[in-house]
């Protein structure tokens, strides 16, 4: 049976929201209802992260350079060559762009535990990556689309960025704020609640797929085209990284903590940000971004797999 928080419920409601599309057509699902359903995962993503103990990240020094140079050298360079084969459909090239660059901050955490990486390693610079994906997508995703995607596209994000990922992460902080001083009560609470991320984030695929699907079902096949660019990340990434990881000088425990971190990337959090583009041009791009991150969920769960036999030791 599928756990609450495992990854696999990502590609389930996407298959899911476009098969209810199929069925029922355009049924108008208010846009209300799907940011809801995301602040929720924003929410519960951020009760995962040590928001309040940043500095943590501080004591890894050599993993977080590493994860710097992946995410702002490695992923950018990778992502740029990939999203070429698509310069035809620029809404796709878009979606496919904003879910790699983006640094994933949740899903990848249990996988890195179950692979037997060092999960402390890495968990402190996730509140920073998560703040990266906000400030610094957006101007990469001008410079790689050859200035297709402007600033006046990012003006139409800023509410969005501000009710489905600000304020649910900063009620997130508050809630661990709270839990210092009743920490007996909160603590448990907190974790089996932000254990449920995953299911959380197949409900909010499921309702934004089948509300986006309905209105564009000839184009629908087209996401066909994203599976092999996003397979082909996924297998690239992993010399890339290690290499990075070994020049580092970590060991291993560290470098599939690295590896794995590399691979997720942030489209869950991503996706509601993208619906609010404008429809005509950008209609796609909410669907491009969770096919990639269904594509890189079930990803995560081969690298789950394969971390510790193609990084051995202790």
């Known amino acids: 049976m599928t756990s609450a928080g495992s990854p696999v419920w990502l590609p389930l409601g996407l298959v899911g929201g476009i098969a209810l599309a199929n069925v029922t057509g355009d049924i108008g699902i208010p846009t209300a209802v799907v940011y809801s359903a995301f602040g929720i ?10 928001l309040l103990s940043v500095g943590r990240f501080v004591g890894n020094a050599r993993v977080w350079r590493a994860l710097l140079i992946i995410n702002l ?30 640094p994933g901050v949740a899903l990848s955490i249990p996988i890195i535990r179950r692979a037997g990486g060092d999960v402390e390693s890495v968990l402190g610079i996730t509140p920073l990556l998560l703040l990266g994906q906000l400030l610094v997508v957006p101007p990469l995703a001008i410079l790689l689309t050859g200035g297709l995607f402007t600033v006046a596209d990012i003006s139409r994000t800023l509410g969005p960025i501000a009710m489905v990922v600000g304020l649910p992460v900063a009620l997130a902080a508050l809630y661990q704020a709270l839990e210092r001083r009743h920490q007996k009560r909160l603590l448990p609470l907190r974790l089996r609640v932000s254990s449920l991320t ?36 996924l297998v690239l990434m992993a010399p890339i990284t290690l290499l990075v990881a070994g020049l580092a000088g970590v060991d291993a425990d560290k470098r599939r903590a690295i590896l794995i971190s590399a691979v997720g990337r942030g489209g869950m959090v991503i996706t509601p940000i993208t619906l609010a583009l404008e429809t005509d041009y950008w209609s796609m791009v909410a669907l491009a971004v969770m096919t990639q991150a269904s594509v890189e969920a079930l990803g995560l769960m081969v690298y789950r797999s394969i971390s510790p036999e193609i990084v051995p030791g202790r």
């Open 198 to 233: 995953g299911v959380a984030a197949g409900v909010a695929f499921l309702l934004t797929a089948w509300s986006e699907a309905s209105t564009r079902l000839e184009r629908v096949s087209e996401l066909s085209w994203l599976v092999p660019l996003a397979i082909a990340f």
């Open 73 to 102: 050298v490695a992923v950018p360079l990778l992502s740029f060559v990939l999203s070429r084969i698509l310069w035809r459909s620029p809404d796709l090239q878009l979606g496919l762009l904003l879910a790699l660059l983006a």
């Open 41 to 50: 995962v924003a929410f519960l993503v951020g009760l995962s992260l040590p």
